[in-house]
Structures are given as structure tokens and as C-alpha cells.
């Protein structure tokens, strides 16, 4: 039961889990009465933050300035992996999942994938993926109060396998002039990540999942995602079950999103969808996401875009990075300390004053996270 196993747990278990459990609840929750014990050094959750490329070392710089104002009782363990700036190694790599593999959480920033073939398919970020078995991608498509759209108050998710399908690094050129590219699919990932979805709607209260696929044309492939999703869908009578052509789910998410709460499907539909989504609430800058395996949860942007164009210029949007690190928070049972971010944030955006350009303001990013941390109830 690997979706529930990791919902209910939050991803601690062992000493992690007697830490959370054993420490005071004034710290937890924010409040300090006279007989409640100083925050010790156990109280101190460690994090490991993989900055990334493009915007991410910027997004990151807000998110520790946010953290340090809330007061929030977390540490990061910081490694910068790029494989642009000439700072990925496979011994890079495995620092990084040794921390990652200690913390069991992780926030990250997008790593960017050069498109020149360099002698290897397989990029970092998917190394990273395969490696901590990161199956699940879930991107909770929100609309912002306060931050009009064509589609307002929005709220879908998007949970997309991210282990197999086409992002599988296996390409390779048969005969001169013609590359072969491999796409694969199983049952065993493909009930998992349908289960995950069912698990998700379920513990969340949502009434629908919905398939996407292209089974009318790659009938064995996705016609065996389409067949497991319908044999998993049986076990949750409860909820919902249809099915969409993805071709059809980009024009009816643009037409109508409304008829839709959790999507499930596989990789290559996800990042379009994901991106789509996020285009419906704002943009790449405001949609939070975050990845799971049994044991770990990484947290980033739910458009996974380096915005390379805009390093050094103080002008990306952190509302995604600070809403992911939100979430973080409160899969850590931060529930205090998410709250008050999270509402700091959509504060900021709901009074229209402070704006980065990509929601039509004028505000630097530096600007967008102090008035972010003016508006922290600590």
C-alpha cells in the first residue's frame, strides 16, 4: 500500500518519526507558554536543498529568508548540482542522495538538461528520480485569490508516473538515419501510480480521477496504463472514474477545467499538462509541486522551468518555491509554520500592491519576499 503507506506517514518513520513525535508541541504549534521547554538542537528538522539552475539559487535565497523570519525549525543541507555549470559528477550525485536518503525531504530547484548528446541519455534529474524510486508527481493547480484569470477559482491536481514512458533514456540509432526511441510502460508502475492517485483522492476528499492516455492509437502501450487505472478504479468505488484522450484533455482543460479534480497519467502527458495548468492560474512562477517515492518527498516548482533568461536579474516570481516550501512544511507536521507562509504569500498577492512582472506588476523579486515576510503573523 505505497500511495497510503507514504500519505498517512508523511515519508517518517524510525528516529525521524520519534524526533517529530517527541518533540514540545509549543514549538510545533507556535505557542510559547512560560512552562514550555526551549526548542533544543532535536528539534531541528534537516532538509537537503539542491538549489538547481536558471532562477533556482534565487528562489532558494527567498525561501531561507522567509524560513529565518517564521522562525522555522528547519536546516538545510545545501548541494549545488548543475550539469550547464560544469558542478555534476556521479560523486556529486551521490552526496546528494546520501543527505536525501538521511532527511527522507528535499527541496529543489529545476537542473537544467543541456540538449547537446554529450555520450549519455540519461540526464541528472532523471538519475536523481530512478534512483530515490520517485514514481509520483503531484502539482495541486490552485487559482490565487485576489490574481484574476479567464478560469478563476481553479483547483485540480495533476499526478503524473515519472519513472517510465518515454522520459526512459533509451534511444539508440539502428541504421544510419533513423533513431529508434524506446517507450516504456508496466503494469506493475502503472497500477502503482493509478493506486497512488485513488489513495491521493481519497485521503484529500475529491469525488473524480480521470485517465489520461492515447490508448486509440498506442494500444498495447497505453492501452495497458488505460487497463490498469480501470482495474485499480474498481477497488475505490467511492470515487469517480472516467478516462480522456490527452489531445482532448489539453482543449477541454483550456475550454472547461472545471470538469476535472485529480488527473492521473504517464510522464510525457504530465509535463505538457503540468505546464498547461500552471498557464491557467498564472504561470510557471505561482503553481507549487512536489514528488514521492515510498520513503522520500522532494519539493519544487510544479512548471519545471529554469527561466535561464531572467538569473541575476531580480525579477522570477518565488511564490511557487515559497508555496512548495510551504507544503514542505507541512508534510514535516509543521502545520503552524506552513500556514503562515502560505497565507503570507497569498496575502501579498491577494492585495494586488507588491507584483512580480509575470503577474503584471513591477516588483523585484527581493521586494515580492520582503513584502512576504511583512506580512508573517509570527
Known amino acids: 500500500d505505497v500511495g497510503c503507506r507514504h500519505l498517512c506517514r508523511s515519508g517518517l518513520s524510525g528516529p525521524r518519526w520519534q524526533q517529530l513525535t517527541s518533540r514540545p508541541l509549543s514549538v510545533s504549534a507556535g505557542r510559547r507558554g512560560p512552562e514550555a521547554p526551549p526548542a533544543r538542537a532535536d528539534a531541528i528538522f534537516k532538509v537537503t536543498m539542491v538549489p538547481g539552475d536558471g532562477v533556482g539559487p534565487e528562489l532558494m535565497t527567498a525561501v531561507k529568508d ?3 523570519a517564521a522562525d522555522v525549525p528547519v536546516e538545510f543541507e545545501e548541494f549545488h ?8 559528477s556521479e560523486e556529486k550525485l551521490e552526496e546528494v542522495l546520501t543527505s536525501m536518503k538521511t532527511n527522507k525531504v528535499a527541496m529543489k530547484g529545476k537542473i537544467h538538461t543541456p540538449m547537446e548528446f554529450k555520450g549519455e541519455l540519461a540526464s541528472f534529474e ?3 528520480r530512478r534512483k530515490l524510486d520517485l514514481f509520483a508527481n503531484v502539482v ?24 517510465e514512458g518515454e522520459y526512459s533514456a533509451l534511444e539508440h540509432e ?13 503494469r506493475v508502475k502503472s497500477r502503482r501510480i493509478a493506486k497512488f492517485a485513488f489513495d491521493y483522492a481519497t485521503k484529500k476528499g475529491r469525488s ?15 492501452g495497458l496504463f488505460l487497463q490498469s487505472c480501470a482495474e485499480v478504479a474498481q477497488l475505490y468505488p467511492k470515487i469517480k472514474y472516467e478516462n480522456i484522450i ?5 482543449m477541454q482543460l483550456v475550454q472547461n477545467p472545471y470538469q476535472f479534480d485529480v488527473l492521473v497519467m504517464p510522464n510525457l502527458y504530465g509535463n505538457i499538462i503540468d505546464n498547461l495548468a500552471a498557464g491557467l492560474v498564472g504561470g510557471a512562477g505561482v503553481v507549487p509541486g512536489e514528488s514521492y517515492s515510498a520513503e522520500y518527498a522532494v519539493f519544487e516548482t510544479g512548471a519545471r522551468h529554469p527561466f535561464a533568461q531572467a538569473v541575476g536579474r531580480n525579477i522570477a516570481n518565488p511564490t511557487a518555491m515559497l508555496l512548495s516550501a510551504a507544503n514542505m512544511l507541512r508534510h514535516l507536521n ?8 502560505s497565507d503570507a504569500v497569498r496575502r501579498v498577492i491577494k492585495q494586488g500592491k507588491v507584483r512580480t512582472g509575470d503577474l503584471g506588476g513591477y516588483a523585484s523579486s527581493d521586494e515580492f519576499t520582503r513584502a512576504v515576510i511583512a506580512n508573517l503573523s509570527v
Open 140 to 163: 495541486h493547480v490552485n487559482s490565487l485569490p485576489g490574481y484574476s484569470t479567464r478560469h478563476n477559482n481553479l483547483d485540480l491536481v495533476i499526478i503524473r508516473e515519472q519513472t
Open 81 to 88: 548540482l548543475s550539469e550547464v555549470q560544469h558542478m555534476a
Open 334 to 341: 509543521l502545520e503552524y509554520h506552513s500556514q503562515m507562509v
Open 66 to 68: 522567509v524560513f529565518r
Open 126 to 128: 532523471m538519475k536523481l
Open 174 to 186: 539502428s541504421v544510419p538515419g533513423v533513431i529508434e526511441c524506446l517507450k516504456i510502460i508496466t
Open 246 to 250: 490527452i489531445d482532448n484533455c489539453c
Open 208 to 222: 473524480k480521477v480521470t485517465a489520461v492516455h492515447k490508448a486509440n492509437i498506442m494500444k498495447l502501450a497505453d
